[in-house]
């Protein structure tokens, strides 16, 4: 499968650990997003990288979320101290280098839920 | 479980029949729009998109409408089969090498009737 692949697809914690989630692209590509879906909702733009350089992470939802991409390839999303509201589906989604059409393809997602 | 249609619009509609979704977007800068197909437990499954220079564009069983006077964007899916079932959301983003990520609307929820 050449497609985007994400670890875990589901975790459960207790409020107030910390969880580590990864992605891994489509190996071309140099973009990688990471997206929040909470139920009924579209996806939420958090951050993104463009090889191993995060370019964007004024949308990450608090001080408590952080990102890698340490060598340009795979990359994690940890949440710090989870709280209930941080319950949701995190997306990753993966795209060649910058063009004005920037079609994304998504993994299936990790499915938090915070106890 | 979930219930997914509780914050979504629901279009049901006959399985053989024509769908129309429809999409509202609010930022003129936006440049590109692409339509996603998401399935119960899976990430979105791109299905169309569409530049702003373009008013239509065709793919199979779907085709993709931009009126940009109106800020409205439209998926048209023929035939529909059961494996249409799906939340479709639409997707947008603004020129400049695409530098944020996509702002998806808010979805709906297709229905095929047998």
């Known amino acids: 499968d050449t497609g985007v692949s994400q670890d875990p697809r589901h975790k459960i914690t207790k409020r107030g650990q910390n969880v580590t989630f990864r992605c891994d692209p489509i190996s071309e590509h140099n973009r990688l997003y990471w997206y929040r879906q909470t139920l009924g909702q579209g996806p939420e733009f958090l951050t993104y990288?463009?090889?191993?350089?995060?370019?964007?992470k004024s949308r990450l939802l608090s001080d408590r979320f952080s990102a890698e991409r340490p060598k340009g390839s795979f990359s994690t999303l940890e949440i710090q101290r989870t709280e209930q509201g941080d319950s949701a589906m995190y997306l990753c989604a993966s795209s060649r280098l910058a063009r004005v059409d920037n079609e994304q393809f998504f993994g299936p997602g990790t499915r938090l839920t915070v106890l | 479980g979930e219930s997914v249609g509780l914050h979504l619009p629901t279009l049901s509609v006959q399985e053989g029949d024509n769908s129309i979704i429809n999409c509202a977007y609010s930022?003129?800068?936006?440049?590109?729009f692409i339509w996603y197909k998401q399935e119960s437990g899976k990430g979105p499954q791109f299905i169309i998109d569409i530049r702003s220079n373009m008013d239509k564009r065709q793919g199979q069983r779907v085709t993709v409408l931009l009126n940009k006077t109106v800020k409205h964007l439209s998926l048209q899916i023929a035939a529909t089969q059961p494996g249409d079932s799906a939340v479709y959301f639409c997707a947008e983003n603004t020129a400049g090498g695409g530098a944020d990520g996509l702002t998806f609307g808010k979805g709906t929820h297709l229905i095929i009737q047998p």
């Open positions: 930022n003129s800068a936006s440049d590109y």
């Open positions: 990288f463009q090889n191993e350089a995060q370019l964007e």
